[in-house]
Each structure stands twice: as structure tokens, then as C-alpha cells.
């Protein structure tokens, strides 16, 4: 009875284990998008990898290959029909950037205005290792205090002392 | 003294950059069209069998404002271009956007109609042409065909009458 019980309990687990990651897995695969055809492999991997680099401007925090709205939908068909027209990854981006502005790129490109952008994680590292540097410094200097002949005539004295 | 004061300024310096953070509205991205010429604009008409060109606007200072009726915030906005329209004479062309003409039309029946164009965009292209990507979405376009001014979201009292009334004005003086 009471090994019946027990079996019954961990056959109940070993369902909550596959049953779980099964149901987090099945969300996953409701969000994904719709799925395409292509000619060429070399079009199709260009388009997957052109919508993780593109961001969704409704979600925002979202690129257009994870988004479901409606506009992520149809700047995918746009970024689709571009491919399969023949224009190089290069002019699809440009066609977003003169329509979304530069926001629609995941990784901002190096110029003037994002300069601060892309320095400042050395400059903040720059800072850090300074700030480091001295404290290692100081602590070394601390270390080194100079002790006085006569305090250390002293110090003997009282070590060597007969009492 | 001077060893409290490094880390106070640190402290201020990256509280102002926060508190500008967060006071930015991260829907409001610059619209690359402001100051270049607007995009091109070639669609049928919602009352009408003709189409509705950029060239049809050549000269005139005119509003371009996207909705759609499935668009909730267009319904907040609806009043105020209403009241716009009435006591104003600028062109305001609308933009139905990924709407069907039965819905737009019950839509305007039914809320009003402040527009003096109306475009249908049914696929969304021109939405896309145009960087569309938060409807109710508004565009003020010179004599030249120039965007000045692009507003995201809907327009309010406050956005009309500070905004979009004395831009306006100055436009439509400038020759």
C-alpha cells in the first residue's frame, strides 16, 4: 500500500516535470512568427538574422523577429520583399533608418552623436582603474611608515629587557 | 571636506542624468523627416473616386494626421482636431490607416469629420513610407513640402495651442 503510494507520488512527479517545461515551451511556440519560404538559404538566413538586428518601435524593447505587432509583421513582409528583390542587407537597413530614424538599429552606429555611447564604458573603466590604482597606492605607502632610530632603540630595549 | 565633496558631485551628477531619464518619453523618437521633404503621398480618397497626391498640396501649409477606428487614443484626440477644424481654415488631410472604409466611415458618422481630405492607406505602405509607428500620429508640412513638425500620440489642448496653432500661423506667413 504504502509503496504504491510512494510510486504513485513520484510518477506524479515525473508528469509535473515533463508537464511544466511543455507548457512554457508551448507559449514559446505560440509567440513565434509566421514562417517564410525562400529560394535561397543564403536569403533566408540574411532576412533571420536582419529582423533580430531591427528594432520593433511599438514594443520597443522587442526586435522584429520576437514582436507580434501588427507593424513588427509588416516591416518583416517589408524586410522580405526587400530581400527577395535582391537589395543588399545595407539598403534594407538604410530604408528603415530614413523611415524610423537610427532608433530602429539594436546597435547604434559609431558617429558624433553616440560617441558618448560607445566611449563611455572605457572612460567609466579608465576611472575605475584610477581610482584603484591610487587606493593600492596608498595602502602600499601606508605600510611603509618610517619608524625613528630612537623608537626603534626603544622597542628593542624593552624586548630585551631582564626582568 | 574636499573628500566629501568628489563623491557629492558624483552623487548630483548621476542623479541630474536620472532624473533627465526619466522625464524623456522614450515613445517620442526624433522623426528622421523633420527639416527634409516629405515623403510622397499617392493614395484613393475615402468619399471620392479620385486620388489624393503630394502634388494636389504643393503651396499650401497643411496637417497630415494618421487614425485608424480600431485606434483608441484617435478617439481622445477627435474633439480637438473637431474644434480645430471649425475655427481654423489650414488643411487638414487625414490619413485612414489599416482601416476598412465601412469602419472609418461609421467612425467619422458617428464622431465627426474634421478633415478636408481623407487618404486611405488600407495596407499600411504609406504608413511605412511615412515612419508611421504609433497611431494617432500628426505631421505639419510647409509651403515647400517640408516636414516641420512631426507629434506622436494624440494632440491635446495644450499641444495644439502651444504647439501646432502658432506653428501654423508662422508658416503660413512665411512666403
Same mark, same amino acid.
Given at each position: ?18 508537464? @511544466? !517545461? ?28 536582419? @529582423? ?10 522587442? %526586435? ?92 628593542? %630595549? ?6 | ?10 552623487? @548630483? ?34 468619399? %471620392? ?68 481630405? @481623407? ?16 497611431? !494617432? ?6 509651403? %515647400? ?20 496653432? !502658432? ?9
Amino acid at each position: 500500500m504504502i509503496s504504491i503510494f510512494k510510486r504513485s507520488i513520484s510518477r506524479s512527479r515525473w508528469i509535473i516535470a515533463l508537464v @511544466i !517545461p511543455a507548457l512554457l515551451w508551448s507559449t514559446l511556440a505560440w509567440s513565434a512568427i509566421e514562417s517564410r519560404e525562400f529560394d535561397d538559404p543564403i536569403h533566408e538566413a540574411r532576412y533571420y538574422n536582419l @529582423i533580430k538586428k531591427l528594432r520593433c518601435l511599438v514594443c520597443q524593447n522587442q %526586435n522584429l523577429a520576437d514582436s507580434n505587432a501588427d507593424l513588427a509583421r509588416d516591416l518583416r513582409n517589408k524586410a522580405y520583399d526587400m530581400i527577395n528583390a535582391g537589395r543588399s542587407d545595407a539598403e534594407i537597413a538604410d530604408f528603415m533608418v530614413d523611415r524610423y530614424g537610427e532608433f530602429v538599429l539594436y546597435d547604434p552606429p559609431l558617429d558624433f552623436h553616440t560617441l558618448f555611447l560607445w566611449g563611455a564604458p572605457f572612460l567609466f573603466g579608465l576611472i575605475g582603474g584610477l581610482v584603484f590604482f591610487n587606493l593600492v597606492r596608498k595602502r602600499k605607502s601606508d605600510r611603509e611608515t618610517v619608524v625613528s632610530q630612537q623608537d626603534l632603540d626603544n622597542a628593542r %630595549n624593552l624586548l630585551t629587557r631582564d626582568d | 571636506m574636499t573628500r566629501y565633496l568628489l563623491p557629492l558631485g558624483i552623487f @548630483i551628477l548621476l542623479a541630474s542624468f536620472l532624473a533627465i531619464g526619466l522625464n524623456l518619453d522614450p515613445r517620442e523618437v526624433p522623426s528622421p523627416f523633420v527639416g527634409k521633404q516629405a515623403p510622397p503621398l499617392d493614395l484613393p480618397r475615402l468619399y %471620392n473616386a479620385d486620388r489624393i497626391t503630394s502634388n494636389d498640396l504643393k503651396g499650401k501649409v497643411w496637417i497630415l494626421n494618421v487614425w485608424a477606428s480600431w485606434c483608441v487614443s484617435c478617439r481622445a484626440e477627435h474633439p480637438v482636431l473637431n474644434e480645430y477644424a471649425a475655427t481654423s481654415d489650414v488643411t487638414l488631410v487625414g490619413l485612414n490607416y489599416k482601416d476598412t472604409d465601412v469602419d472609418a466611415k461609421r467612425w467619422l458618422a458617428s464622431l465627426g469629420n474634421p478633415y478636408h481630405l @481623407i487618404a486611405v492607406d488600407r495596407n499600411g505602405d504609406t504608413g511605412i513610407e511615412w515612419g508611421v509607428y504609433g497611431v !494617432p500620429e500628426t505631421f505639419v508640412i510647409d509651403r %515647400n513640402g517640408v516636414v516641420i513638425y512631426k507629434h506622436i500620440g494624440p494632440i491635446d489642448e495644450g499641444v495644439l495651442n502651444d504647439k501646432i496653432k !502658432p506653428l501654423i500661423s508662422e508658416l503660413e506667413t512665411r512666403s
